[in-house]
């Protein structure tokens, strides 16, 4: 705490993957002696940089853009650029340091790392946000490359503004290289699935975890919070596999639609016409919309937080129990507080982390990376069954290595000591460095 000073979510993800080693560090003692721990809670590297773009009016801004390259033990450093204001040190560090981990359940030979701005694309005509992504990218791109970090998006940064970043790059390059940013448009070396991968993944996760003690997501009442990309294919994928949506999100407040959530009209509200959740009430007769208040509220069996992190607090975990939820998937990175995860955990709510329930969108990202070295372009149905392979196997591995260590049922501490050990194999086979 002391060498990284106002970085509580870094923290917190820390304190949370530390807490689930201790029988993994038992066993390993070796680990200690070569400093794994302290090793592999320290980026490899961080950049900073000046971002000035000017707006529509002519008025100058300057934002603060940042990588860190966290971990390349398992290949070349992989994970989303954020644009939101509150994006800082301690923001990105907690999603990198995240990714290591969620990145080797994957099975995939991609590292860790994670950037950003923060800059507010919210309300910035299209010109704006180009010419940001463009002054973005004028410093990023010497960082960056197929064999060195592989940016795609996260929160704020969608296809229109990966297109933009990609234009700069090849630009300033002057080379076609594919796979060096993922989330691409299908048109332009992009796979199919990568924009439903996330959600659809979280969907697969739940609906595992709920088959693991003889059920299924068919016919459950599920809550999905936000209304981003993991949000809406989270809605999309539940519906197809008989579960009924009646409650999703923004940042303002929340609409329930007992009906089962309409998912074209939130695309078209959100995707095209960018405008609020709340104008869903207006244009469908069975919903209504609570501006703030907490989407927990609303009673269900299956919990798919994707809006952000922390957006799950204690109080929310309590209700959720006394309303009977069974389980509960996390589609945001780190969304549910260590209290709200306790309060469930000793409820006997099965609980998907993050690192392994939306490890889906970087997954087809790596399938993107693949396809993009071997200059070819797969088929939607062929890349959705690699997907649920992978997140079929990903449970399997969380749940297996979670018996191996002693915490049997308990999917954090699979996915954080099955993650943990396959990053500390590969650092020590690379010596001290
Ligand atoms: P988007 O920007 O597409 O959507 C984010 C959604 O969350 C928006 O509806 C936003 O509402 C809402 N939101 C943001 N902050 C809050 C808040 N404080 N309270 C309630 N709602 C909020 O982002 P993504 O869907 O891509 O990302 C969502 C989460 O999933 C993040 O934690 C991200 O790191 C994680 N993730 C994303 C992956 C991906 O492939 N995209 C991969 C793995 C994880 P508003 O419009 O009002 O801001």
């Given at each position: 705490v002391a060498r990284n000073p106002a970085q509580d979510e870094f923290h917190q993800a820390v304190r949370e993957v530390l807490g689930s080693l201790e029988v993994c560090i038992d066993r390993h003692p070796e680990f200690l002696d070569q400093k794994l721990i302290e090793r592999i809670s320290e980026p490899e590297r961080q950049i900073i940089f000046r971002v000035p773009w000017q707006d529509d009016n002519g008025e100058v801004h300057v934002n603060r853009g940042m990588r860190v390259e966290f971990n390349s033990a398992l290949g070349p450093y992989k994970g989303g650029l954020r644009f939101h204001p509150s994006v800082g040190l301690g923001i990105i560090k907690f999603l990198g340091f995240e990714q290591i981990f969620k990145n080797a359940l994957t099975g995939m030979p991609i590292g860790g790392g994670k950037g950003g701005a923060d800059f507010d694309p919210k309300g910035r005509s299209d010109a704006e946000v180009m010419r940001f992504c463009q002054s973005f990218m004028t410093e990023l791109y010497r960082h960056i490359g197929e064999y060195r970090d592989v940016p795609a998006g996260d929160i704020g940064v969608g296809s229109r503004e990966i297109g933009y970043l990609f234009g700069q790059y090849k630009r300033i390059t002057n080379s076609y290289e594919s796979g060096v940013l993922t989330g691409k448009g299908i048109g332009w070396g992009g796979a199919r699935v990568r924009t439903e991968a996330t959600g659809y993944g979280c969907a697969i996760f739940a609906d595992e975890m709920l088959k693991s003690t003889g059920g299924s997501l068919d016919g459950r009442t599920v809550v999905v919070s936000g209304s981003g990309n993991v949000a809406i294919y989270a809605i999309e994928k539940v519906h197809q596999l008989g579960g009924t949506v009646v409650a999703c999100s923004d940042s303002s407040g929340y609409i329930v639609d007992e009906s089962g959530i309409d998912v074209e009209l939130v695309k078209d509200i959100k995707e095209v016409r960018r405008e609020r959740i709340s104008e869903y009430a207006g244009e469908k007769a069975a919903a209504h919309y609570v501006a703030g208040g907490s989407i927990w509220d609303v009673p269900c069996e299956v919990a798919l937080p994707s809006a952000?992190?922390?957006?799950?607090?204690e109080a929310d975990a309590v209700r959720l129990v006394k309303n009977g939820c069974l389980a509960v998937a996390e589609g945001a990175n780190m969304p549910t507080t260590p209290e709200a995860l306790h309060v469930l955990q000793e409820a006997k709510v099965a609980f998907g982390p993050g690192k392994a329930a939306n490890a889906g969108g970087v997954a087809t990202s790596a399938l993107e990376m693949q396809q993009n070295a071997s200059r070819d372009s797969w088929s939607f149905g062929y890349s959705e069954e690699r997907l649920s392979e992978i997140m079929i196997d990903i449970h399997r591995r969380c749940a297996e290595t979670a018996e191996e260590y002693a915490s049997p049922g308990n999917l954090v501490v699979g996915a954080n000591v099955s993650g943990f050990l396959q990053v500390a194999d590969a650092m020590q086979a690379h010596g001290l460095i």
């Open positions: 952000t992190q922390n957006e799950l607090a």
